[in-house]
C-alpha cells in the first residue's frame, strides 16, 4: 500500500486499494464531482479498483480569494470572459505537487488546452511510462499565462475545437493513458495491434455471423492462412491511412525510409 499526503484525511484501510508505485493522476478542478465519470467503468475502472492506478481530485475552489471564494478575474488589457488567477492555480498546484518528483519526465504536469500540443498515441505512452501526472482542467477564457511559466506546464489538445472546460478532455487523456499500463487491459497484445501502434490506422475488424444483410466475412480471414491474414490486415491499414490521413501515411513511409513524395497505388 502507498502512503501520501492529503488535504484532508482518509480511509486507508478498505476500499480501493492505492497500491505503492501504482500510476495516479491528480486532477486539478473546479467540478471533482466529474470524474472518474467514464474512467471508473470498464476494464479502466476494474484496474482502478485493483489498485494498478489512482484517481485523486483537487477542488480549486477552496483556494479562491476572498469571501466568495473568487477563482478568477477579468482579462488584462480588456475583453469579453473571466480568467483563472495565477495565485489561485499556483496555491492547488502546490497542492498537487506534494510526495511528487520535480522531474517532468517522471511526472508531467498538464494543462488541457485547445492551443496545445495535440494529444497522440507517443504522448500517451510517454505518460503511462511515468510515475503519474497532474492535470489542470481549465473554465472561462483560460489560464492566467504566468502560472503556466512558473511551474513549466505542458499544454494538450485533444482536438481543433472548443469545449466548455477541460473535464471531458482530461477523461480522455487520462484513458487514452492508463489502458497503456500493463495489466490494465488484460491482453497487452491489444495496445500493439490497435490504431497507431506503427503509426497506421486499425485495419477492418469482423466477426460472427459469417454473412450479415447480404454482406460477407472476406474469405481470407476464414482461411487459416495466418502469414496471408496478416499481409491482407497490414495491406488494409495502409489503404485506410493513405486514404483518411495522408499526414500519417507521410510519416510512416519517412519513418519506413521510404520516400513520402513518390507514393505507389495500393
Not at 483537487?58 to 479562491?64: E, H, Q, S, T, V
Not at 476572498?66 to 496555491?91: E, F, Q, S
Amino acid at each position: 500500500m502507498s502512503i501520501s499526503a492529503s488535504v484532508q484525511p482518509r480511509e486507508l484501510m478498505g476500499g480501493t486499494p492505492r497500491l505503492r508505485g501504482a500510476w495516479c493522476a491528480r486532477i486539478v478542478t473546479l467540478f471533482p464531482e466529474a470524474f472518474p465519470g467514464t474512467l471508473g467503468l470498464s476494464l479502466t475502472g476494474k484496474a482502478m479498483q485493483d489498485g494498478l492506478w489512482s484517481l485523486e481530485t483537487i477542488d480549486l475552489r477552496p483556494f479562491g480569494i476572498g469571501k466568495h471564494r473568487n477563482v478568477d478575474d477579468t482579462p488584462a488589457g480588456g475583453g469579453a470572459g473571466m480568467v483563472l488567477r495565477a495565485d489561485v492555480v499556483g496555491a492547488a498546484l502546490d497542492q498537487a505537487a506534494i510526495g511528487t518528483p520535480m522531474d517532468r519526465a517522471r511526472w508531467p504536469v498538464i494543462y488541457m488546452s485547445p492551443r496545445g500540443r495535440p494529444l497522440d498515441q507517443a504522448t500517451a505512452r510517454r505518460f503511462a511510462q511515468a510515475e503519474g501526472m497532474t492535470i489542470l482542467c481549465g473554465r472561462f477564457e483560460g489560464v492566467d499565462q504566468r502560472v503556466l511559466d512558473h511551474y513549466g506546464v505542458e499544454e494538450i489538445s485533444i482536438g481543433d475545437y472548443v469545449l466548455t472546460g477541460g473535464e471531458i478532455a482530461a477523461q480522455v487523456l487520462i484513458d487514452a493513458t492508463v489502458r497503456l499500463i500493463p495489466r490494465v487491459l488484460g491482453n497487452q497484445a491489444s495496445t500493439e495491434e490497435e490504431s497507431f501502434s506503427d503509426g497506421l490506422l486499425e485495419h477492418p475488424q469482423y466477426t460472427r455471423p459469417v454473412t450479415w444483410e447480404g454482406r460477407a466475412v472476406p474469405d481470407i480471414l476464414l482461411s487459416g492462412h495466418h502469414a496471408k491474414i496478416a499481409d491482407w490486415r497490414q495491406d488494409m491499414a495502409e489503404r485506410l491511412t493513405k486514404e483518411r490521413r495522408p499526414d500519417l501515411w507521410r510519416a510512416f513511409r519517412a519513418r519506413h525510409g521510404r520516400d513520402p513524395e513518390e507514393d505507389r497505388e495500393l
